[in-house]
């Protein structure tokens, strides 16, 4: 089993900044790429960033230019640092980690964007 643990959330205010990351332990094996999603209330899941194992990066359009994705391969760790934030960036933000046995998630971490 993988296990997922986000950190770094909170409350900010609009055009402020955050860092999330995610600390990945146990059975990692043949790790391919982590990412990071988000979800509003009322909203479906959606996809906001990818790193693979050679640092090959992608974003949403809804984020790019503002929030930064990258990693610690030798911890296993992946971070968001996120700027410029918005009202609408306000979401449970989860980490999910890909391998060859499939899909590991996160629990995930609130993220709340607010004067």
């Known amino acids: 089993q993988v296990q997922l643990v986000e950190s770094g959330g909170g409350l900010v205010q609009p055009g402020g900044s955050l860092r999330l990351s995610c600390a990945a332990s146990?059975?990692?094996?043949?790790?391919?790429?982590m990412a990071w999603y988000r979800q509003a209330p009322g909203k479906q899941r959606e996809w906001v960033a990818t790193?693979?194992?050679?640092?090959?990066?992608g974003y949403s359009n809804s984020v790019k230019g503002r929030f930064t994705i990258s990693s610690d391969n030798a911890k296993n760790t992946a971070y968001l640092q996120m700027n410029n934030l918005k009202p609408e960036d306000t979401a449970v933000y989860y980490c999910k980690l890909n391998n060859v046995a499939g899909d590991y998630w996160g629990q995930g971490i609130q993220v709340t964007v607010s004067s």
């Open positions: 146990g059975n990692i094996f043949r790790r391919n790429y």
């Open positions: 790193i693979t194992t050679t640092g090959s990066t």
